[in-house]
Structures are given as structure tokens and as C-alpha cells.
């Protein structure tokens, strides 16, 4: 299940943002990602392996919100743009073959919100991962 490594990388880009942009850390209450149809992420196992892999972090209670990107493609021949709600690659304008995939594959986390009423966390405390 590929799931919990991402849900780890999440917890790592919101970590290291967090850093940069704070020098600290506070609790998150909500993170925000956009996952593209053709992306294979099962979204119910990555909220399973995000709610799971948070217990006892910063990430304790926060709500994943998944933003599903979907299969755009370009036809090359007849240059129609359309979105394809199935993995059948051909154009449904003119059935060629020759396309562009212009979204659907992304997968990258989007916002997060933190609790900043909140104590921050210090980088010893942090230590765990």
C-alpha cells in the first residue's frame, strides 16, 4: 500500500513548510491535496494511513481533503481538449490515438491550516520523524 508512504511525504512538505515559513510548529488542523484520477491513489487508504500515521503528531486530528484532479487530455489531430471520466485513450471527437494528457496525474499537497492559538511545538519535540 503506497498510501502510508505518501501520507508520510504529506506530513513531511507540510512539515518542512511549517519551518521555513515559522521556525516552529503548531498543530494542524487541515491539509488540502489535489490527487489526479490516473494518480493510482486510492483515497479512502490514504485518509485510512493519514488519520493513522498522525496519531500522537502535529497531524492528530487533522481532516485530509482530497481534490480529485481529473483525466484531461488533448487530441492531437482534431485538437479538442475533453475530460475522459474512463481510462480509454482515444478520442471521443474523432477516435484517434494520438493524444496529450494536460491533467490527471498530479498529485501535490495544496494548503494546510494550523492551529496558531495553539503552543508551538519545539524541534526537539519534533524529533520523531
Known amino acids: 500500500m503506497h498510501e502510508m508512504s505518501i501520507a508520510m511525504n504529506i506530513f513531511r512538505i507540510v512539515r518542512e513548510k511549517l519551518k521555513k515559513m515559522y521556525g516552529k510548529y503548531y498543530p494542524v488542523k487541515k491539509v488540502a491535496v489535489n490527487i489526479g484520477k490516473m494518480s493510482t491513489v486510492v483515497p479512502a487508504a490514504l485518509e485510512f494511513c493519514f488519520e493513522m500515521a498522525g496519531k500522537d503528531t502535529i497531524f492528530e486530528g487533522a481532516e485530509l ?14 485538437k479538442e481538449d475533453m475530460i475522459l471520466d474512463e481510462p480509454f485513450f482515444f478520442c471521443r471527437k474523432c477516435d484517434s490515438f494520438n493524444l496529450k494528457i494536460l491533467s490527471g496525474k498530479e498529485m501535490n499537497v495544496d494548503t494546510f491550516e494550523i492551529d496558531e492559538t495553539a503552543d508551538p511545538i519545539t524541534e526537539e519535540a519534533m524529533a520523531w520523524k
Open 65 to 78: 481533503e482530497i481534490v480529485e484532479i481529473p483525466l484531461k487530455i488533448h487530441c492531437e489531430d482534431c
